[in-house]
Nanobody, 115 residues
């Protein structure tokens, strides 16, 4: 089964930017939709953004206009550019397929937005 490894997280001040990257161990071209999710301790993992093989994108309202999702099927990567970060964006971020994520989740990457 394809596995995902996320990177690019870190500590950033409010208003700052980060670019997350997800590398898959196999071809992501097989998956029509790839997505980013995030999870805060004690809460359910939530969907954040997704992109289809046709490069159609969708975002949750709270990140629309600030986050941009992209994919490179040749490199088997999915990126998430995050601008104007807010404290409520603090979470562990994961990538996976959508709408039915694979069972194996990657380690995620921690994003902390704090002054």
């Amino acid at each position: 089964q394809v596995q995902f490894v996320e990177s690019g997280g870190g500590l950033v001040q409010p208003g700052g930017s980060l670019r997350l990257s997800c590398v898959a161990s196999g071809s992501i071209a097989d998956f029509y939709i790839m997505a980013w999710y995030r999870q805060v301790p004690g809460k359910e993992r939530e969907y954040v953004a997704r992109i289809s093989n046709g490069w159609s994108t969708d975002y949750i309202p709270s990140v629309k206009g600030r986050f941009t999702v992209s994919r490179d099927n040749a490199k088997n990567t999915v990126d998430l550019q995050m601008n104007n970060l807010k404290s409520e964006d603090t979470a562990v971020y994961y990538c996976n397929t959508s709408p039915f994520p694979l069972d194996d989740w990657g380690p995620g990457t921690q994003v902390t937005v704090s002054s």
